[in-house]
């Protein structure tokens, strides 16, 4: 099996992703003891207007966690799950796509 450059670049773009997503949301829930999820922007105000950046890139993160939790607890079915990974993944190739081109830009590489 031969990966091309593209494909390489494919997955170092998504473990960026997911791996900012992860971190992402486990700081915020270190510092406001809070768990990070998608209520945040119900809350209205300026909250979910500061809570939009941080959930815009930990979302890959929040879906799988979500989608874990319910397949194990609600007993979601199996295509629902692979479903939200699928969503997951693209969404984290997204924030992994920009996070690599921002950390290019800033080192000037």
């Known amino acids: 099996m031969v990966l091309t450059p593209a494909a390489v670049d494919a997955i170092r773009t998504l473990c960026v992703g997911l791996a900012l997503s992860g ?7 270190m ?3 809070h768990r990070a999820s998608f209520s945040l922007l119900e809350r209205g105000g300026l909250g979910a207007v500061a809570a939009l950046p941080m959930l815009a890139f930990s979302a890959p993160f929040i879906i799988l966690r979500n989608t874990v939790r319910g397949r ?13 990974t699928i969503i ?11 996070a690599l081109d921002l950390a290019t830009l800033l080192v000037g590489a």
């Open 23 to 29: 971190l992402l949301a486990s700081a915020f829930e």
């Open 88 to 98: 997951a993944c693209g969404w984290s190739l997204l924030s992994g796509r920009l």
């Open 31 to 33: 510092f406001t003891e």
């Open 72 to 84: 194990r607890i609600e007993g979601r079915p199996i295509p629902f799950v692979m479903l939200a």
